[in-house]
């Protein structure tokens, strides 16, 4: 098994994460990327995306010799017995992903490619891809008049950002969506230190593989936009959105994970794999009411959470300093790609709001992120710092240090009293018992 020879391309969050944890099941590794600023940072022992453990791992395989990186994809792909395509698929205006990262990779395996490879779509992909894949492979194959063989397949991620390390090591299921035996035994292998862990393959065709992804996401944004239409009714009718939550995930068929209201989720996945869910059924045809409607419920309750703020001050934010705690979409990540934040930070200078944030990882990606708002927007040093002088704290992210906000210090920092607790962190009464005015999400 440790003869075998693997090839990762694309150094992101996704290949980066596969590529260690693959080097560090005992395999020789290549990790390969056309972006030389990002190999020469790797090369310098740098890892340039924030996940927690991954650094260890990093050390423990470099230092052994398992994991090399490059630019030179063309000689990975000819040293290479299986490639792992881990590149980006953005999402188009319309929504659907954008597939030209995938395409070009494609074209240089089908260049490059001289012996049986087994080529693996690791990226989220919509379905077909792969079976576009093996025919953009075998047409420059055509073209160089080569006969190799090869076979493509489907090996979807579910990697949570903040725990990835575990979740690749740990994972609920193995998808492997191909055709061909030969690959299905290949990956097998891969993953076989897996076997100790018990944990289960699923086998089918690239098309299943490449919806499973889509539909787990879909249904967990789903459960997410669900809840929070459930807590924005709790607070009109006066209930209690964590009893309900609570009570629903006793149930059995429901179960409790992914019943926590807040502002909206954000992040690399959940918005994007729903937009192209969406646009993937409409062009086959299919109706796709649920899932379109937990998108546009996302957007709006990204909103609502802007106009709870502006409410509380009678509608009228202007000259009001409000302090952000949070600003990734999730703790433990450097990730702020549709986070929160990024709608509500926008509306409120926007009404004349004076914006103090704090994150422990998401500043540098948030100061990229808004760019034209960026010189509206003081960033503290840490979250003390951003209250000081505040009419109102926000909290957007659950980070632990959050979690323990000294209380007494605050309302000592703070010029005004209103704490809006929109990851429902705190208890209600000993927050107002410090004579602030509290307000969360369904409560």
């Given at each position: 098994?440790?003869?075998?020879?693997?090839?990762?391309?694309?150094?992101?969050?996704?290949?980066?994460?596969?590529?260690?944890?693959?080097?560090?099941?005992?395999?020789?590794?290549?990790?390969?990327?056309?972006?030389?600023?990002?190999?020469?940072?790797?090369?310098?022992?740098?890892?340039?995306?924030?996940?927690?453990?991954?650094?260890?791992?990093?050390?423990?395989?470099?230092?052994?010799?398992?994991?090399?990186?490059?630019?030179?994809?063309?000689?990975?792909?000819?040293?290479?017995?299986?490639?792992?395509?881990?590149?980006?698929?953005?999402?188009?205006?319309?929504?659907?992903?954008?597939?030209?990262?995938?395409?070009?990779?494609?074209?240089?395996?089908?260049?490059?490619?001289?012996?049986?490879?087994?080529?693996?779509?690791?990226?989220?992909?919509?379905?077909?891809?792969?079976?576009?894949?093996?025919?953009?492979?075998?047409?420059?194959?055509?073209?160089?008049?080569?006969?190799?063989?090869?076979?493509?397949?489907?090996?979807?991620?579910?990697?949570?950002?903040?725990?990835?390390?575990?979740?690749?090591?740990?994972?609920?299921?193995?998808?492997?969506?191909?055709?061909?035996?030969?690959?299905?035994?290949?990956?097998?292998?891969?993953?076989?230190p897996l076997k100790l862990n018990e944990v289960p393959f699923v086998l089918t065709n690239p098309e299943t593989a490449e919806l499973i992804k889509y539909a787990s996401n879909?249904?967990?944004?789903?459960?997410?936009?669900?809840?929070?239409?459930?807590?924005?009714?709790?607070?009109?009718?006066?209930?209690?959105?964590?009893?309900?939550?609570?009570?629903?995930?006793?149930?059995?068929?429901?179960?409790?994970?992914?019943?926590?209201?807040?502002?909206?989720?954000?992040?690399?996945?959940?918005?994007?794999?729903?937009?192209?869910?969406?646009?993937?059924?409409?062009?086959?045809?299919?109706?796709?009411?649920?899932?379109?409607?937990?998108?546009?419920?996302?957007?709006?309750?990204?909103?609502?959470?802007?106009?709870?703020?502006?409410?509380?001050?009678?509608?009228?934010?202007?000259?009001?300093?409000?302090?952000?705690?949070?600003?990734?979409?999730?703790?433990?990540?450097?990730?702020?790609?549709?986070?929160?934040?990024?709608?509500?930070?926008?509306?409120?200078?926007?009404?004349?709001?004076?914006?103090?944030?704090?994150?422990?990882?998401?500043?540098?990606?948030?100061?990229?992120?808004?760019?034209?708002?960026?010189?509206?927007?003081?960033?503290?040093?840490?979250?003390?710092?951003?209250?000081?002088?505040?009419?109102?704290?926000?909290?957007?992210?659950?980070?632990?240090?959050?979690?323990?906000?000294?209380?007494?210090?605050?309302?000592?920092?703070?010029?005004?009293?209103?704490?809006?607790?929109?990851?429902?962190?705190?208890?209600?009464?000993?927050?107002?018992?410090?004579?602030?005015?509290?307000?969360?999400?369904?409560?």
């Amino acid at each position: 098994m440790n003869s075998m020879k693997i090839g990762v391309i694309g150094t992101g969050y996704v290949g980066l994460v596969s590529g260690l944890c693959l080097a560090d099941f005992g395999f020789s590794v290549t990790c390969g990327d056309i972006d030389v600023s990002k190999i020469e940072r790797l090369n310098s022992g740098e890892i340039p995306i924030y996940e927690p453990g991954l650094k260890s791992v990093f050390d423990r395989v470099t230092e052994l010799g398992r994991v090399t990186f490059t630019t030179k994809i063309d000689t990975l792909v000819r040293d290479s017995d299986v490639i792992f395509i881990c590149v980006g698929t953005p999402p188009k205006e319309d929504g659907s992903a954008d597939l030209k990262y995938v395409w070009q990779v494609a074209e240089t395996i089908g260049k490059n490619l001289e012996t049986y490879k087994v080529i693996v779509d690791k990226s989220t992909v919509p379905v077909g891809t792969a079976r576009k894949v093996y025919d953009i492979i075998r047409s420059q194959l055509a073209e160089r008049n080569m006969d190799a063989a090869f076979d493509v397949v489907s090996n979807p991620e579910f990697l949570r950002e903040g725990k990835a390390v575990h979740d690749f090591t740990h994972p609920d299921r193995i998808v492997i969506g191909s055709d061909s035996e030969r690959a299905c035994e290949i990956m097998k292998k891969v993953y076989s230190p897996l076997k100790l862990n018990e944990v289960p393959f699923v086998l089918t065709n690239p098309e299943t593989a490449e919806l499973i992804k889509y539909a787990s996401n879909a249904f967990l944004a789903t459960k997410i936009g669900f809840i929070n239409e459930i807590a924005n009714l709790c607070e009109a009718v006066g209930a209690d959105v964590h009893k309900v939550a609570k009570s629903m995930g006793m149930d059995g068929r429901i179960s409790s994970k992914f019943l926590h209201p807040g502002p909206g989720f954000g992040g690399s996945c959940f918005p994007k794999d729903t937009m192209a869910l969406v646009n993937m059924a409409r062009e086959n045809g299919v109706d796709s009411l649920v899932v379109s409607a937990v998108v546009d419920s996302n957007i709006r309750q990204k909103v609502r959470m802007a106009e709870k703020i502006k409410k509380a001050f009678g509608g009228d934010v202007a000259g009001k300093q409000i302090a952000i705690l949070g600003l990734s979409f999730k703790p433990e990540t450097d990730d702020v790609r549709e986070s929160p934040a990024l709608v509500i930070i926008p509306e409120l200078l926007h009404r004349g709001a004076l914006v103090h944030a704090y994150d422990p990882q998401g500043i540098g990606e948030t100061k990229k992120a808004l760019t034209e708002s960026d010189a509206d927007i003081l960033y503290t040093a840490d979250e003390y710092d951003a209250c000081k002088g505040a009419d109102a704290v926000v909290i957007l992210t659950d980070w632990n240090q959050f979690r323990r906000l000294d209380l007494q210090r605050l309302k000592d920092l703070m010029k005004g009293n209103r704490f809006f607790d929109f990851r429902n962190i705190y208890d209600r009464e000993e927050v107002e018992g410090m004579g602030f005015y509290y307000e969360g999400v369904g409560r």
